[in-house]
C-alpha cells in the first residue's frame, strides 16, 4: 500500500529508530529464474532500496514493483519473495533498524508493509555504500558514524518523496501557508482563508494534509504560538495583550491552547525562560 509521505516522516521522527544492519541482494544475467522466497526478520523493520534495475517484491501476498525511485518497507517476519521483473540484473539494498518493543503497539508502520516514491537521487548509493562500510568497522567513532550515516539517509530519503510532491497544488499550499504565517494576528478563519484562494474549506483541508501533514487549523494555531512564545520572551506584555497580539480576543482560550501545545501556560513559560536567562548569567 501507498501512504502520505507526512505520516511516514512522522513516524519516524517519533519512533525510537535504531540502525540494525544491513545487506545486498543482487541478480546478474544468468541468475533470471532464481527467486528469493524467505521471512524477514522477525525483529527488525525493513527497507528494500532498488540500486540497480527492476524487481518484483511480494510481501504477504500483496506485490510491489521496485525500481530506483521506490522505497518498499517491510515488516517483522514478513513472507516475502523477490524475483525478476525483466531479464536485466538488478541489485538492492536491504537496511534494517529496531524500535523498543514497548513503542510496537503504538507505532503501528513499524509491522506494516508500504512503499513510498523518492525519485532518483545521486547521492542515496553513495550514502548506503558508506553505511555498509561503517558497519562493519570496529570501535565506537565507528559506531556513532553508523548512526549519523542512518539518520543522514532516512533524511535524504524524506527530503527526496518531499520534493516528488512539487506541483501547482504543492505551490498553491506553500502560498496558502505564507499568507496564514503574514495574517496569524488577524481574526482570520480557515473558511475565509479557502474563499481568499477560490477553495472550499474541505479541498483546503485536503491540500494541507498532503502536503503539511497537518490540518489548516492546527498550522494556523502553530503559527500563533509560535509568535506568542517569541513574545513572552522578549517583552513585558500582559499574557492578555500578547493573546490579543497573536489573534486571539479571549485570553482564556489562548491559554488553553498555549498549553495543548507546549504543555505549560505562557505564565509558566515566560518565568520558564526568565530562569533560563539567569541561569545562563
Sequence with gaps: MEININEIIDYYAKSSTSFAGMFFEKREFNDSNVVIDRRTNPFCGGLIISLM??????LNGTEYMINPGIIVHAGPNMRVCIKNSDDKPWRLAVIHYRIPENEMSCMTFFGSHFSFAIGENIKIPDLIQ???LSQS???SLALFKTKLLFTNLLGEFFDSAKRQLTDN???LTETVMEYIR???AEQISISQTA???????RRLAALFKHHVGMTPSNYLIECRI????????SCSLPVKQVAECVGYSDS?????AFKKITGISPSEFRESGAQSSEDEI
Design 53 to 58: 534495475g527492476n524487481a518484483h517484491v511480494t
Design 130 to 132: 558508506q553505511l555498509f
Design 137 to 139: 568497522s570496529p570501535g
Design 169 to 171: 497544488n504543492s505551490k
Design 182 to 184: 503574514q495574517n496569524h
Design 195 to 201: 474563499s481568499y484562494f477560490g477553495l472550499d474549506r
Design 226 to 233: 509560535l509568535k506568542a512564545k517569541e513574545l513572552l520572551q
Design 252 to 256: 482564556l482560550y489562548f491559554s488553553k
